[in-house]
């Protein structure tokens, strides 16, 4: 057997493992979340893959530290994020889901600080459950902002003065994702793992008035975010609209919802009206009126 034969080979076998590894990454999103998988769906194909790569481990960083409670998470989370950082190095990891993510680090040259504020930001959850306006902030730059620069870097395929210009709106984008995320999972949050992310809010008392504020300071970040998504490429843009969409019409259910219900139950979109998005959102791209 000739050395270039070897080396093709090679290549093939590592070929169908990526291709397999990707599926899993696929597999997880669809799992865990319909609305994020059509949000992905409506993207240009070949930014599927690795938003979908993203989307997996992302998931799992987050499943460790929110769902495991019978076991040890802080020793599962330290494991995983010693197998992510060998996975890059590496350039192969046998967790499918780290092989995928590593793939799309190199593919996309995601830089380092991206991924390590996410991390940090994932183990702060395992032992903070108060956090002050300065804790929140760097929380939020990490389980939020720097994912949607991951994907940012994804739908500018390498063109970093698009990404720079765009930088600042896909930040505040991800910041008003999360703070929505805090209110509709409240209950879950607060009551079963005891967290707050609202620095001096006291939930115990949880009223109207104080509703009012966090919902004035998403609209703010919701606007910034949306000059953004105007100006991404045609390819992404279809995509990230439908999820601003989806969210927009949670935060407008929330702000229509007392206080003690959203404290109480999480508020969710009905799968008819998420379809309505869909259409609206694929009239306004298709005509260019977004």
Known sequence: MSGDYREFIKTMSKALFDKVSMKCSRITTRAYSTSFSLGIGCLENQLQNPIYALYGFVRFA?????TFHDYDKEK??????E?????IEERISLNPI????QETVHRYKIEPTLYDQFLKSMEADLTHQVYNAEEIKEYILGSAEVVGLMCLRVFCKGDDEMYQQLKPAAQRLGSAFQKINFLRDLNADYIELGRTYFPNVNLAHFDEATKKKIEEDIAVDFHAGFQGIKKLPRSARFGVYLAYLYYLALF?????????HVLNYRIRIRNRRKLSI???SFFKHRFNLI
Do not use: W
């Open 76 to 81: 599962l989370f330290e494991r995983f994020k």
């Open 83 to 87: 197998e992510t950082y060998r996975a």
């Open 278 to 280: 869909l259409v609206y």
């Open 62 to 66: 987050d499943e460790i530290v929110d």
């Open 98 to 101: 780290l092989n995928s993510f």
């Open 252 to 260: 407008e259910k929330i702000k229509n919802t007392p206080c003690h």
